[in-house]
């Protein structure tokens, strides 16, 4: 049984004033099994820590992955605000575009993203970038959009990143930073803790003719490899992110196959990729996912994109005494726009089976396409899409 003291200093509201011979009574309040703050509220009692542990003594981590997230708008050639528009019909919360994936990302233990653009004020545009049809800006508060929603860390080396400048790239990660996500790019990596295990991210852009002196494939072949191994040997779980491939290509280049599978051969236990706006197999290579092309996920880059459909992928990683294994994945087909006939930037679990079987036709189509090219056959890939856990 606990007990409160509970002094009332203002007796002088309500009792005759002390003289100098009595000195101020004090008076004892004894209250049984609740505790009171200096207002006279209850203090609830601290509840019970959950437990990191299984049953089993183990850990499990679950984590998402998603493609393209894009907010803004673009000073480009192609000016527009369609992010704006939509925004001033939710009232100027930007919050509302995940609402319908808002419980999903706040249920696991970390989701990543790939944020295509800058959060930034400058209006500066580079030379290089002059003619660029899309360069994608939203103000550096904007950053919130992300772990209000269950968003932790973002990957930020893509062919956007840079729209604005060194500066505003500066920009970006400073907003970043100040709103607690945990990003990467070719030359930081990002490290995100949970549940007391260390997960080390890092990101590269693969696209030979976006950036010709340092961000080609032939260039990166080696510094893939010798991260990851530098990384390996100091966190559990290395996650490695790649902007690669060709835009609206549905199955991978030989290149990128290559690339993905040197990740994992130098001990990446999870290969992230996108860039083409189209969703692309997966491979299962020596135990490790190679998720090609993730396609979009929120993104304003386009009022109504060809294709919408898309899927966020899910994976779970257990520790058990000291060891990391997988422990499978599941997909969650979405549309990237909760509208049919344009794109609200509203990602939406799919509902109805023959919108499902269209995303799991897609896939096992382009795993076949891929097929009749020699040199990009998917050999490792997934011959079935969970949607459920197995466990």
Same mark, same amino acid.
């Given at each position: ?298 993104? &304003? #880059?386009? =009022? @109504?994109?060809?294709?919408? /459909?898309?899927? *966020? ?7 058990? %005494? ?47 396409? &891929? #097929?009749? =090219? @020699?040199?990009?056959?998917? /050999?490792?890939? *997934? ?7 197995? %466990?």
């Amino acid at each position: 049984m606990r007990k409160l003291l509970a002094c009332l200093l203002l007796l002088c509201l309500t009792l005759p004033c002390a003289t100098a011979e009595e000195p101020e009574e004090e008076l004892y309040i004894e209250v049984e099994d609740v505790m009171l703050d200096e207002d006279g509220n209850e203090i609830p009692e601290e509840s019970e820590p959950v437990s990191i542990f299984e049953e089993d003594g183990s850990i499990l981590l679950t984590m998402t992955f998603t493609g393209d997230f894009t907010i803004g708008k673009s000073t480009g050639r192609d000016r527009f605000d369609y992010f704006g528009d939509e925004l001033a019909q939710h009232d100027g919360d930007i919050n509302y575009t995940m609402d319908n994936m808002r419980a999903i990302l706040q249920a696991d233990d970390m989701t990543l993203v790939n944020f295509e653009g800058t959060l930034t004020n400058s209006t500066y545009i580079p030379a290089n970038k002059k003619e660029n049809h899309f360069l994608f800006s939203a103000p550096p508060e904007w950053a919130s959009i992300l772990p209000d929603n269950g968003i932790e860390c973002a990957s930020l080396e893509n062919n956007h990143v840079m729209d604005h400048g060194e500066e505003a790239y500066e920009d970006t990660k400073a907003a970043l930073r100040e709103a607690g996500v945990v990003y990467s790019n070719s030359t930081e990596m990002g490290v995100y803790t949970c549940k007391g295990i260390d997960i080390c991210m890092l990101s590269y852009l693969c696209i030979d003719r976006y950036d010709k002196s340092v961000g080609g494939y032939a260039t990166l072949y080696d510094k893939v490899a010798a991260d990851i191994r530098a990384a390996k040997e100091l966190y559990p779980i290395v996650i490695a992110s790649f902007h690669w491939g060709n835009e609206k290509d549905y199955f991978p280049t030989e290149r990128q196959i290559r690339m993905g599978r040197l990740a994992v051969d130098s001990g990446a236990d999870l290969v992230i990729g996108h860039h083409s706006h189209r969703m692309n197999p997966i491979e299962c290579y020596k135990g490790v996912y190679i998720c090609y092309s993730l396609g979009n996920f929120c993104f &304003a #880059g386009h =009022k @109504k994109p060809d294709d919408m /459909t898309s899927f *966020v992928f899910q994976t779970r990683f257990r520790e058990r %005494n000291g060891e990391i294994t997988n422990e499978g994945f599941r997909i969650i087909p979405i549309r990237i726009s909760s509208l049919e006939k344009r794109n609200d930037f509203i990602p939406t679990p799919l509902e109805k089976a023959e919108h499902i079987d269209s995303v799991l036709t897609t896939l096992k189509q382009a795993t076949r396409d &891929a #097929g009749k =090219k @020699k040199a990009t056959t998917l /050999t490792y890939a *997934v011959e079935t899409y969970p949607l459920t856990w197995e %466990n």
